[in-house]
C-alpha cells in the first residue's frame, strides 16, 4: 500500500479552450496547479512508479474551509456538495499522477474511491491518495 499526501489546494481539470486563432489551450489557473502538483509529486516521491495493474486506488479531496463554517461547526471533515465537481478533481490528480512518472497510465485503474470533504477548523487543504497494488 502506498499513501500520498500532497498539501496543494485541489483545483479541478476544466474545459480547454479555444483560440480565434483554433488551437486549444488549459486556462492558466488550471495549468499552475499542474505543474505545481506534479514538482509537488517528484520532490517528495521520487521512488514511486507503478507500471503493474492496481487494484484499487482511495482519493480524498480536502479543500478549504469557509469563513462562515469556521464557527458553530464540529472540528473535524464535512462532506463538500457544491462546486468543483468530483469528476474534475480525479481527472486533474491523475493528469499529475502521469506527468509526475507515478502512474504509467491511469488506465491502470480498474477500481476507485473517491471523497472530497472541507478541511477540519485548524486542518490545511490537501490531496490524500492511497494506492493499493496486486
Do not use: W
Amino acid at each position: 500500500m502506498i499513501k500520498l499526501i500532497l498539501n496543494i489546494v485541489p483545483v479541478p481539470c476544466s474545459r480547454p479552450r479555444v483560440a480565434r486563432g483554433g488551437f486549444a489551450y488549459y486556462p492558466k489557473r488550471y495549468k499552475d496547479f499542474k505543474r505545481d502538483c506534479t514538482a509537488l509529486i517528484r520532490v517528495n516521491y521520487p521512488h514511486i512508479q507503478i507500471k503493474e495493474p492496481i487494484e484499487s486506488i482511495d482519493y480524498l479531496f480536502v479543500l478549504p474551509r469557509p469563513k462562515y463554517m469556521r464557527k458553530g461547526y464540529h472540528h473535524g471533515l464535512i462532506p463538500h456538495t457544491k462546486r468543483p465537481d468530483l469528476d474534475n478533481l480525479l481527472k486533474a490528480v491523475n493528469d499529475c499522477l502521469e506527468d509526475a512518472e507515478v502512474l504509467s497510465n491511469d488506465c491502470l485503474i480498474s477500481d476507485s474511491s473517491s471523497r472530497k470533504r472541507y478541511a477540519e477548523k485548524e486542518g490545511t487543504a490537501r490531496i490524500e491518495i492511497t494506492i493499493t497494488t496486486k
